[in-house]
Nanobody, 121 residues
Framework: QAQLVESGGGLVQAGGSLRLSCAASGSIFSINAMGWYRQAPGKQRELVAAITGGGSTNYADSVKGRFTVSRGNAKNTVYLQMNSLKPEDTAVYYC???????????????WGQGTQVTVSS
């Protein structure tokens, strides 16, 4: 079965940078879009950034100009470079990917386990 494993979260001061990584592994035939969501305490999970298999990107307005999403050369990894971090970026960040495990079967959305990002003021 496919799975997503994230890394790179942590504690950083406001204005600092972090880079999140997510790798898809297991039974995977094809991967389409990958991206990052986040959920702060008491709030709904929201899209942060996403990138299609063709390289098109989409960002939440709150992170435009500060965050950059990219794919690895093998296309099974996705990164989120976060610069100029603010306390309001504090949240659990989740990797998401649209995967097809077996040819001809439906695409399913998979989630990573989440990684905590804390930005201190």
């Amino acid at each position: 079965q496919a799975q997503l494993v994230e890394s790179g979260g942590g504690l950083v001061q406001a204005g600092g940078s972090l880079r999140l990584s997510c790798a898809a592994s297991g039974s995977i035939f094809s991967i389409n879009a990958m991206g990052w969501y986040r959920q702060a305490p008491g709030k709904q999970r929201e899209l942060v950034a996403a990138i299609t298999g063709g390289g098109s990107t989409n960002y939440a307005d709150s992170v435009k100009g500060r965050f950059t999403v990219s794919r690895g050369n093998a296309k099974n990894t996705v990164y989120l470079q976060m610069n100029s971090l603010k306390p309001e970026d504090t949240a659990v960040y989740y990797c998401h990917a649209d995967l097809m495990e077996v040819p001809g079967t439906p695409w399913y959305g998979y989630w990573g386990q989440g990684t905590q990002v804390t930005v201190s003021s």
